[in-house]
C-alpha cells in the first residue's frame, strides 16, 4: 500500500526549501539588522530628531494619500461617491500641510493621543482581567497597570514629552525589529547546508 504525503509533511518541506533558498542570502539579513539597530540608537540618543521625523513622514504620507483619493475621484467621475472621494482627498491634503507648518502642535497633540491610549488601554485591561479571572489573568493585570503608569507619566510631562515620546517608542521599535533580523540571519547562517539531488 502506497502512503501518500500528508499536508503537514508537504508544508515542512516547502519551509526546507524555501529557507535553503534564502539562506545564501543571510548576510543581507545582518546588514539589514545591523543598520536597523544603528538608526534605532541613533534616535533613542536624540529623541526629539526622531519625533520630528515620525511627523514629517505622516504628514507627508497624509498628502501623498489626499493626491490619491483626487486621482482616484477624477479617473472615476460618474461614481456616486465622487464628492466624498474629493472632499477626503482635500482633508488628507489640508491636515498634512497643517502638520508641516505647525510640527510642534501635531507632536503635542500626538503625544496627547499616545497618553490617553495607554492609560484606557491599561485601565481596560486591568478592569477585563480582575474582573474575568482567567488563567494568567495576573500577568495581564501587571501590563495593564504599566501601560496605565506610562501614560501617567507621559501625560505629566506635557509638554515637554512631546519632543522625545514619538522619536522614543520609534527608536525602540528599530531596535527590536533590527535585533530581530540579525536573530534571523543568525539562524539562517546555522541552518545545514542543503544535501544536493
Known sequence: ???????????????????????????????????????GLLIIATPWLGSLAAVWMISLLLVASGILQFVGAFSTKGWGGFFLSVLAGVLYVAL??????????????????????????????????????????????????????????IWQQLPASAFWVIGLFLGIEMLFNGLFWVMLALGLKSLPTPESP
Open 1 to 39: 500500500m502506497t502512503a501518500f504525503p500528508t499536508s503537514s509533511s508537504l508544508l515542512g518541506e516547502a519551509v526546507r526549501r524555501e529557507l535553503g533558498r534564502i539562506r545564501r542570502t543571510w548576510i543581507w539579513f545582518l546588514i539589514l539588522g545591523i543598520g536597523t539597530i544603528a538608526l
Open 96 to 153: 498634512g500641510i497643517l502638520i508641516v507648518d505647525r510640527p510642534i502642535t501635531a507632536l503635542a497633540v500626538l503625544t496627547i493621543v499616545i497618553a490617553l491610549s495607554l492609560i484606557i488601554g491599561g485601565l481596560l485591561r486591568i478592569i477585563l482581567a480582575a474582573s474575568e479571572r482567567f488563567y494568567g489573568w495576573g500577568w495581564m493585570v501587571l501590563n495593564g497597570a504599566i501601560s496605565l503608569l506610562l501614560g501617567v507619566l
